[in-house]
């Protein structure tokens, strides 16, 4: 510091007091910038969403495609308790059977945020009898979408 010379006619030849500068002219930038900042920010930057409130609205069609699933199937319940002797025609049979696949796979392929969603999935699979290891072209197995799910949840736990 004893070899800095001090010369009060050149700013620019002083390195402290060119530091002093920069860090002066930097604060003032910062000071004029930053609410020409958080104007910009807010403009394009969405609300604020609670964590809790976005989980709800993700799952909400999750819990929706469950409850019609859930639906058709009792529906169906009935439907087969009209025919003497539980016989109910093929085709009829069908109908209901393919109607409630769509259900089904739709309950399935809907995204979910949250554990007792999962666990329902889990559930879904189990109770359903679902072949969790086999999916077709148009839809992947059960497993892979509640792989999916898992890895999507991990993935939004640690997002900072």
Do not use: C
């Not at 819990?63 to 093929?90: H, I, K, T």
């Amino acid at each position: 510091m004893a070899d800095t010379p001090l010369r009060a006619d050149s700013v620019r030849a002083n390195p402290i007091a060119r530091r002093d500068m920069l860090a002066a002219a930097f604060l003032g930038s910062a000071v004029v910038a930053a609410p020409a900042i958080a104007a910009a920010a807010t403009d394009s930057t969405p609300a604020w969403e609670d964590p809790a409130i976005a989980s709800r609205r993700i799952d909400a069609a999750f819990w929706e495609a469950r409850d019609e699933m859930r639906y058709v199937d009792d529906l169906w319940e009935l439907d087969f308790q009209n025919y003497p002797g539980r016989s109910m025609p093929d085709d009829r049979l069908d109908a209901w059977g393919e109607r409630y696949r769509e259900a089904e796979r739709k309950m399935m392929m809907a995204k979910i945020t949250t554990v007792a969603a999962l666990w329902a999935k889990l559930d879904a699979i189990k109770t359903g009898e679902m072949d969790a290891h086999h999916g077709d072209e148009d839809y992947p197995s059960p497993i892979d979408l509640v792989l999916w799910d898992i890895e999507r949840m991990m993935k939004a736990e640690y997002r900072v």
